[in-house]
């Protein structure tokens, strides 16, 4: 256990790791970022070291492990030898093994089918002769993703017709990929799931999803669901991070369809855009819950305090010549707590903030009405 006063250690320097530093700030914890780029924005002035080199700087991992009393994640494309590395100087949660399951959907895929963890069928791909092998399996209707460094969207290919699939190839690189049988699902819903030091978990209620080209767009907590989806949600993701021999925090989406099946989508080991809604809507945040998880404290209560909806604020929402945000639109609705994430250059579909709408039974209708107007 290392009580306030200690010092955590975090791999990554985007908007995960700010908001972790502030909750860390916050109960009395150090922060030292190793962001693995040359700027990190989101940690600067927020973080108390940010060493700003290269994953495969050996210099910056000596520098990074003398400071540090435990290391977690804020993101799961780290060089898995740069973990293995981390984990051989200092505690590593989750560790390099659980970590380099999620970084990789052939490694995650083979881990849910040998688990027997639902998922939608799926085949790997190595060669454009194996994706029509694999399309044949898995058609007529798929999904082609990239094995490594796919989030948002990036990295996948929809797949309706056998025409496609040499451009398809050719789209993802002809990089290692992963063949999806697409699923007819009615809603997609995300739980995060807390273990700890001593196998203690704690898992939020299962939350909403909407998306908006591809990215999450906004999360509803808690989801409107059936009482036994939500049962079966929360099971599974138990399941998981016990098959994992977890510690920390875990994200899990899911794809509920029509029928009532729940079905893994994919999994992060860190705290998750759909998680977002806790810093307002929850007793104790997914920040402050994977603190305690890495540091071994005792867990907090995951109970949520009001229906809360998270928008997402993204750069498209940054209008006008200059590129500004109508942030008065944001600060006169009702029960609006807004997180900005310290980033420059609104450009594309850049995820700059968040707004968690808390508060009534409205809070859905406020959020829509308030990205109507940030839209322009």
Same mark, same amino acid.
């Given at each position: ?182 699923? %007819? ?40 669901? %059936? ?35 729940? @079905? ?60 500004? @945000? ?43 009405? @308030? ?6």
């Amino acid at each position: 256990m290392v009580l306030p006063g200690g010092t955590l250690g975090i791999l990554g320097g985007g908007q995960l790791a700010r908001m972790l530093a502030l909750d860390a700030r916050r109960m009395g914890y150090r922060t030292v970022v190793w962001s693995g780029t040359p700027t990190a924005e989101p940690t600067e002035g927020v973080s108390d070291v940010v060493i700003k080199k290269p994953f495969d700087d050996e210099a910056a991992l000596a520098e990074f492990c003398a400071q540090v009393d435990v290391a977690t994640v804020e993101f799961e494309n780290i060089p898995l030898e740069t973990l293995t590395a981390v984990e051989e100087k200092v505690g590593l949660y989750p560790s390099a093994q659980s970590i380099g399951v999620s970084q990789h959907r052939s490694r995650e895929k083979i881990f849910l089918r040998e688990h027997g963890i639902p998922c939608a069928p799926f085949a790997m791909v190595n060669s454009l002769e194996e994706l029509e092998e694999a399309y044949n399996q898995v058609g007529p209707v798929g999904v082609l993703k990239t094995a490594a460094f796919g989030y948002d969207g990036k990295g996948q290919v929809k797949l309706t017709s056998v025409d496609q699939l040499a451009g398809a190839w050719t789209g993802v690189g002809e990089e290692s990929s992963v063949l999806e049988g697409f699923v %007819d699902f009615d809603c997609e819903i995300s739980v995060i799931i807390a273990r700890g030091a001593d196998g203690e978990m704690m898992s939020y209620p299962a939350v909403e999803n909407r998306h908006r080209h591809h990215i999450l767009d906004l999360t509803i907590a808690p989801a409107r669901v %059936d009482e036994v989806v939500l049962a079966d949600a929360k099971r599974i993701a138990e399941n998981l991070a016990e098959a994992l021999d977890y510690r920390g925090l875990l994200a899990v989406e899911f794809f509920v369809e029509k029928s009532g099946r729940v @079905l893994v989508n994919e999994m992060a080991p860190r705290p998750h855009n759909s998680g977002h809604f806790s810093m307002n809507g929850s007793v104790t945040s997914q920040f402050e819950q994977q603190l305690r998880a890495v540091m071994g404290l005792p867990l907090g209560s995951p109970e949520i305090l009001s229906q809360t909806v998270m928008l997402n604020l993204l750069g498209d929402m940054w209008q006008g010549e200059s590129g500004t @945000l109508n942030s008065e639109a944001i600060l006169s609705t009702k029960g609006a707590k807004l997180h900005l994430y310290g980033k420059s250059n609104p450009n594309g579909r850049r995820k700059l903030g968040h707004v968690n709408l808390v508060g009534g039974e409205d809070a859905l209708e406020r959020a829509e009405k @308030l990205k109507e107007k940030l839209l322009g």
